[in-house]
């Protein structure tokens, strides 16, 4: 057991390019979230995969977003036509079924608009 | 739906003084409560959890939270800081039936002074 993994670490893109980021979870977990953090803000919820099922975006998930999970594994998140406020971290967490053990996060990727 | 609110959002201590992280959250229905860390650059960790039964509730590296419904507070307290515990700490919520997905509140910056 690894953890979860994030690549890359670190993103510095122009505006008005695609940026895609992976997430490996943990390999018995099937389920995996997407969460965004600004500086100062606590996470907030993008997204959540149930094995291969998407269940549920937020609106904060605009159409230049879009998650996939192929075979329930990785996941992989994209932004389309970067925009500057679109700059945060983006974290990637997983759980087994059940809402009371409490996520396991990577260590999230850093993005950067400009 | 739910809503977490951390009243601090910086603390200062001096090193081996005892702290308190407050914690209040909304619910119209049962919930799980979670204390996470965020080291800089890092993800999140989980602290600890309070499911159900005895209000008050253990976690790692000397933390502890107690649960109080009537206030609706989830506090995190440690007798006795160390320089090493300067980090974000984020309170956070479940549903307890039926969810899936956490929310987070706004961070307490907790910085441990020599």
């Known amino acids: 057991d690894t953890g979860v993994s994030q690549n890359p670490r670190h993103k510095i893109t122009k505006r008005g390019q695609n940026v895609t980021f992976r997430c490996d979870p943990i390999?018995?977990?099937?389920?995996l979230y997407w969460y965004r953090q600004t500086l100062g803000q606590g996470p907030e919820f993008l997204t959540y995969f149930q094995n291969e099922a998407q269940l549920e975006k937020s609106r904060l998930l605009s159409d230049r977003f879009s998650a996939e999970r192929p075979k329930g594994s990785f996941s992989t998140l994209e932004i389309q036509r970067t925009e500057q406020g679109d700059s945060a971290m983006y974290l990637c967490?997983?759980?087994?079924?059940?809402?009371?053990?409490?996520?396991?996060f990577g260590s999230g990727t850093r993005l950067t608009v400009v | 739906a739910q809503s977490v609110t951390q009243l601090d959002s910086q603390v200062p201590v001096f090193e081996e003084a005892p702290v308190e992280l407050r914690c209040n959250y909304s619910s119209s229905v049962s919930v799980y409560l979670f204390w996470y860390v965020q080291y800089p650059n890092q993800g999140l960790q989980l602290l600890l959890k309070?499911?159900?039964?005895?209000?008050l509730v253990k976690g790692i590296n000397g933390f502890e939270a107690e649960f109080n419904k009537s206030q609706t507070s989830f506090h995190l307290r440690k007798p006795s800081v160390h320089i090493s515990d300067t980090a974000e700490y984020f309170c956070?919520?479940?549903?307890?039936?039926?969810?899936?997905?956490?929310?987070f509140g706004a961070g307490t910056r907790l910085f441990v002074k020599a």
């Open positions: 967490a997983s759980s087994v079924p059940g809402q009371g053990y409490g996520y396991t």
């Open positions: 309070y499911l159900s039964g005895s209000t």
């Open positions: 390999s018995e977990h099937n389920r």
């Open positions: 956070a919520v479940t549903k307890n039936t039926g969810g899936f997905k956490t929310i």
